[in-house]
């Protein structure tokens, strides 16, 4: 009996020093800023940089639901994507954690708007407070993009003479996100 009783004493103290040094469950207000470079599928596209920050709330401690928006910059052209967003946290209460997100969308560049979409999934890495680090893998769909480019020509007296091109790019591909969390 002394046995079963010590046996239940430790299993509360080790419960309850776990539970001090946990995390912070994410609950309310919550917003992310991250960065990142996107690869395209298409070979003459170069890479492109993202910014992008989202804002919302926790419901239940694991589903998140807010809005953002986001800068993409090509050498060609700049798009900035706006969106509603759906993470879902795995595991709340460790330190890291499994975590798929969801932004469904719209852009706009200088020439034209288009559909957006991107799937991540990652890991989140909680401290102790109210922040986070997250590492996101995404495959982002864009609908194509126009835009116009510029190319030279010379007359015969060796003057340059620039030329606007209207080209189309389809800067769908695959991204690598990181992330803080407050």
């Known amino acids: 009996m002394k046995k079963l009783l010590f046996t239940i004493a430790l299993f509360c103290g080790m419960t309850a020093y776990a539970q001090q040094e946990g995390v912070r469950v994410p609950s309310g207000y919550q917003g992310f800023l991250e960065e990142g470079n996107c690869w395209h599928f298409t070979k003459d596209l170069s890479s492109t940089i993202s910014l992008s920050t989202t804002h919302g709330f926790y419901f239940n401690g694991n589903m998140y639901v807010g809005v953002g928006v986001g800068f993409e910059r090509n ?13 879902y946290l795995f595991t709340n209460q460790k330190a890291v954690s499994p975590v798929v997100g969801v932004r469904i969308g719209s852009y706009t560049s200088s020439y034209n708007t288009g559909g957006y979409a991107d799937l991540a999934v990652g890991v989140r890495f909680a401290s102790k407070r109210d922040f986070a680090v997250n590492l996101m893998l995404a495959a982002s769909y864009f609908d194509k993009v126009k835009y116009e480019a510029s190319e030279y020509e010379y007359d015969i007296l060796g003057n340059r003479i620039t030329k606007w091109i209207p080209k189309e790019a389809d800067p769908t591909g695959i991204s690598l996100r990181i992330g803080i969390e407050w």
Do not use: Q
Request: proline share 8%; no cysteine.
């Open 75 to 87: 050498t060609d052209f700049n798009l900035f994507p706006f969106y509603a967003s759906m993470r």
